[in-house]
T-cell receptor, first 116, second 116 residues
Framework: EPEVTQTPSHQVTQMGQEVILRCVPISNHLYFYWYRQILGQKVEFLVS????????KSEIFDDQFSVERPDGSNFTLKIRSTKLEDSAMYFC??????????????FGPGTRLLVL | AQSVTQLGSHVSVSEGALVLLRCNYSSSVPPYLFWYVQYPNQGLQLLLKYTSAATLVKGINGFEAEFKKSETSFHLTKPSAHMSDAAEYFC??????????????FGGGTRLMVKP
């Protein structure tokens, strides 16, 4: 069964450094998402992406964050200058998007980011 | 804005006992409703979802959920718990409409523990 993959599974970085989290959505899917989960807190929406542009973003997704689909398969989340509070599990998700509302979002296994 | 409340961050049941995980949403228009499960070190996996008229929804692994508009609830149940059901369960909603790309809003999650 097709699945969403994410790399790396774990990343440790120093505060102020840039990180890029990578996702490979399911191949025929058209909508892509990033969510994060700070330890002990809710899963929170960051951004959605469709047709090579951001379709929706949350207040969390400020100028330090950016997303890109650099090729036909990868979907990346970049944090330009990491802060301690960016430490979280980051999930990528995707849907086909052509079947009306309520489609199932398929999630990757997540990248655990630790900012020191 | 949508919000989702899961009563009980931790629920403990004995093997073979009924599982009941509670979820309430706040929205003037009933949203699409989802239950996801997260096993340790894995991503979020869809258990079931409510998108249309059938208010009792059956999902994988013997779980089901009933949408009750009058109570704005979508509680998850399983008649008989199994040790393998131990995991974190998340209720989520997305806006109803024709826009396929709507984000998910998650509840805080409920960790289910199953005692032998």
């Amino acid at each position: 069964e097709p699945e969403v993959t994410q790399t790396p599974s774990h990343q440790v970085t120093q505060m102020g450094q840039e990180v890029i989290l990578r996702c490979v959505p399911i191949s025929n899917h058209l909508y892509f998402y990033w969510y994060r989960q700070i330890l002990g807190q809710k899963v929170e929406f960051l951004v959605s992406f469709y047709n090579n542009e951001i379709s929706e973003k949350s207040e969390i997704f400020d100028d330090q964050f950016s997303v890109e689909r650099p090729d036909g398969s990868n979907f990346t989340l970049k944090i330009r200058s990491t802060k301690l509070e960016d430490s979280a599990m980051y999930f990528c998700a995707s849907i086909f998007g052509g079947r009306g509302g309520g489609e199932t979002q398929y999630f990757g296994p997540g990248t655990r980011l630790l900012v020191l | 804005a949508q919000s989702v409340t899961q009563l009980g961050s931790h629920v403990s049941v004995s093997e073979g006992a009924l599982v009941l995980l509670r979820c309430n949403y706040s929205s003037s228009v009933p949203p699409y409703l989802f239950w996801y499960v997260q096993y340790p070190n894995q991503g979020l996996q869809l258990l079931l979802k409510y998108t249309s008229a059938a208010t009792l929804v059956k999902g994988i692994n013997g779980f089901e959920a009933e949408f009750k508009k009058s109570e704005t609830s979508f509680h998850l149940t399983k008649p008989s718990a199994h040790m393998s059901d131990a995991a974190e369960y998340f209720c989520a909603v997305s806006d109803r409409g024709n826009n396929a790309g709507n984000m998910l809003t998650f509840g805080g999650g409920t960790r289910l523990m199953v005692k032998p």
